[in-house]
């Protein structure tokens, strides 16, 4: 490769780097929780919801859930939610779902939408209440 091969080649390299990096730096505001992006919306938080009646789910195994949960909430494994979800009442109902670590949430989140349900706010994480 001449030299004048070389700088162009370099040039792509580091607009390459520039651009991961960027990315790199985007994916932790992507990951940041539901609540923290409904209260900057103006949307009420999760225990505000609560408080006013949601109901607080909790999509953990049975054994995570006897461990430690949130007051309040219901448990309703992931793996089962799609069988039981007519327990959660009526598709108007409003529920604050959560887990772990917030991938079992955000899935159930989705069922429920999909289900019909139009006021799901995911938690994500128990440690974020």
Known sequence: ???????????????????????????????????????????????????????LLDVRTPEEFDAGHIEGAVNLPIDVLPGRIGELGPPSTPIVVYCRSGRRSADAAVRLRAAGFTDVLDLGPMTAW
């Open 1 to 55: 490769m001449s030299g004048a091969d070389a700088a162009p080649v370099g040039a792509v390299r580091r607009s390459l780097r520039a651009v991961s990096l960027g990315l790199a730096m985007l994916v932790p505001v992507a990951c940041v929780g539901s609540t923290e992006a409904a209260a900057s919306r103006g949307q009420p938080s999760a225990r505000a919801r609560v408080a006013a009646g949601a109901r």
